[in-house]
């Protein structure tokens, strides 16, 4: 149902920033939680970082803790990722998702987007 494209990515060197964006539409937006995951080359997808339905709580891997933040503006079903301090191994591509449950915050999503690509040179 819902629809979700991601943009922003590019390539950035170390120690630089970006601010992902994931659009929602088709469906309802400010009811669920929404993540970002990543993919590097030859390596599993893996949780980068969730907020709530409203925005009140948030969640992040450890590796992206005080560098990365996520923010939504349900008004304009938009999802952001900034990006700071920015290191090689933050390359991947980047998706976002919404939850599979509405107000509740868990580990199930679904409804991915295309990805957008993030490269940092050393």
């Known amino acids: 149902q819902v629809q979700l494209v991601e943009s922003g990515g590019g390539l950035v060197q170390a120690g630089g920033s970006l601010r992902l964006s994931c659009a929602a539409s088709?469906?309802?937006?400010?009811?669920?939680?929404m993540g970002w995951f990543r993919q590097a080359p030859g390596k599993e997808r893996e949780f980068v970082a969730k907020?709530?339905?409203?925005?009140?709580?948030?969640y992040y891997v450890d590796s992206v803790k005080g560098r990365f933040t996520i923010s939504r503006d349900n008004a304009k079903k938009t999802v952001y990722l900034q990006m700071n301090s920015l290191k090689p191994e933050d390359t991947a591509v980047y998706f976002c998702?919404?939850?599979?449950?509405?107000?509740?915050?868990?580990?199930?999503?679904?409804?991915w987007g295309q990805g957008t690509q993030v490269t940092v040179s050393s």
């Open positions: 998702a919404v939850s599979a449950t509405p107000y509740y915050m868990g580990a199930d999503f679904g409804s």
């Open positions: 088709g469906g309802t937006f400010s009811s669920y939680a």
């Open positions: 907020i709530s339905w409203n925005g009140r709580n948030t």
